[in-house]
């Protein structure tokens, strides 16, 4: 190898005319993938072509020769051959040379592959009380080659905020639309969410999500435990409820054979107090707790064990 490279030095040294072109196949190559390189020159090159490929490493070839780059980069790549002159003798060294550049991944076209529109629980559909803050939507985004993603957020599709990414080569990414002040909730109803792309050009139909829009009125009164949370036929005792959303107005109930005999003690919007009567003949059992009021109802969670008699 030190022999070749003493040669090929001194013919460098020796050249008396640069002649002929080199090209490469691909012409802009990448890391790790081979690229081959053709010198053509006239008349044409008699014996071996000595190689350099601009990275440290030579070869003697034909007038073809191949290599793989490992880093990205612009190298020279050189080709030192001899032909035979008019009068039939051999040439000095002759050498042609070319730039390369190796990318740093294949060059691509920048397109979308993939787009996905959705809320935060991943379905294309929700509901919302009017004025509710914030609601946001979430874009999905995968692209082919390197550019700008560049859209507009629309509502019954009327745009409401630009988004604008600058996409790597090949990568997802996930973009929402918190940037916005909110998606509009004030007027009842159903909406759809959708994006009017700008770049890159798209040639499909993007997706629709859509949100509810209903009057809001609140939630009903819930009952998530009692305590005590069993007593026997026949028994009266004070049960306190734990829960949310409790109100004045609420309405409770146990099942036909246990009575409510005052309402209930609001303490907190989420703790109540209940006086109740269980008849002797109040069957034995699981009974789970109704509530309402004009909000509503509910059937429990909270329930009440019913023992018999002893």
Same mark, same amino acid.
């Given at each position: 190898?030190?022999?070749?490279?003493?040669?090929?030095?001194?013919? #460098?040294?020796?050249?008396?005319?640069?002649?002929?072109?080199?090209?490469?196949?691909?012409?802009?190559?990448?890391? @790790?993938?081979?690229?081959?390189?053709?010198?053509?020159?006239?008349?044409?090159?008699?014996?071996?072509?000595?190689?350099?490929?601009?990275?440290?490493?030579?070869?003697?070839?034909?007038? &073809?020769?191949?290599?793989? $780059?490992?880093?990205? @980069?612009?190298?020279?790549?050189?080709?030192? $051959?001899?032909?035979?002159?008019? @009068?039939?003798?051999?040439?000095?060294?002759?050498?042609?040379?070319?730039?390369?550049?190796?990318?740093? !991944?294949?060059?691509?076209?920048?397109? &979308?592959a993939m787009l996905r529109l959705r809320w935060e629980d991943?379905?294309?559909?929700?509901?919302?009380?009017?004025?509710?803050?914030?609601?946001?939507?979430?874009?999905?985004?995968?692209?082919?080659?390197?550019?700008?993603?560049?859209?507009?957020?629309?509502?019954?599709?009327?745009?409401?905020?630009?988004?604008?990414?600058?996409?790597?080569?090949?990568?997802?990414?996930?973009?929402?639309?918190?940037?916005?002040?909110?998606?509009?909730?004030?007027?009842?109803?159903?909406?759809?969410?959708?994006?009017?792309?700008?770049?890159?050009?798209?040639? %499909?139909?993007?997706?629709? &999500?859509? $949100?509810?829009?209903?009057?809001?009125?609140?939630?009903?009164?819930? &009952?998530?435990?009692?305590?005590?949370?069993?007593?026997?036929?026949?028994?009266?005792?004070?049960?306190?409820?734990?829960?949310?959303? %409790?109100?004045?107005?609420? !309405?409770?109930?146990?099942?036909?054979?246990?009575?409510?005999?005052?309402?209930?003690?609001? /303490?907190?919007?989420?703790?109540?107090?209940?006086?109740?009567?269980?008849?002797?003949?109040?069957?034995?059992?699981?009974?789970?707790?109704?509530?309402?009021?004009? #909000? @509503?109802?509910?059937?429990?969670?909270?329930? /009440?064990?019913?023992?018999?008699?002893?």
């Amino acid at each position: 190898m030190r022999w070749f490279r003493t040669c090929l030095a001194l013919s #460098l040294a020796l050249v008396v005319q640069a002649a002929g072109t080199i090209t490469a196949n691909p012409s802009v190559p990448f890391p @790790g993938r081979p690229v081959t390189f053709i010198l053509t020159a006239t008349p044409d090159p008699i014996g071996q072509v000595q190689w350099s490929f601009g990275d440290g490493r030579v070869a003697d070839a034909g007038t &073809i020769a191949t290599t793989t $780059y490992l880093t990205p @980069g612009s190298y020279t790549v050189r080709a030192v $051959y001899r032909s035979l002159t008019n @009068g039939g003798a051999l040439s000095p060294p002759q050498v042609a040379q070319a730039q390369v550049r190796v990318a740093d !991944h294949p060059a691509a076209p920048f397109s &979308i592959a993939m787009l996905r529109l959705r809320w935060e629980d991943g379905g294309t559909e929700a509901a919302v009380a009017q004025g509710a803050t914030p609601l946001v939507a979430f874009l999905d985004l995968k692209c082919e080659g390197t550019g700008a993603f560049q859209a507009q957020w629309t509502v019954d599709g009327v745009p409401v905020g630009t988004v604008t990414r600058q996409v790597a080569f090949a990568s997802a990414l996930t973009v929402d639309s918190r940037d916005l002040p909110s998606l509009p909730t004030t007027e009842l109803g159903e909406h759809q969410v959708s994006l009017r792309i700008l770049s890159p050009p798209v040639s %499909f139909q993007v997706p629709v &999500i859509r $949100y509810f829009v209903r009057l809001n009125r609140g939630e009903p009164p819930r &009952i998530e435990a009692v305590e005590p949370a069993q007593l026997r036929a026949g028994a009266e005792a004070e049960l306190q409820l734990t829960g949310r959303n %409790f109100t004045a107005d609420m !309405h409770l109930s146990f099942g036909k054979d246990i009575a409510v005999l005052a309402p209930p003690r609001i /303490l907190s919007s989420d703790r109540a107090t209940v006086r109740v009567y269980l008849s002797p003949t109040a069957r034995p059992g699981l009974r789970r707790i109704g509530v309402a009021n004009p #909000l @509503g109802k509910a059937r429990g969670p909270g329930n /009440l064990r019913v023992l018999g008699r002893r």
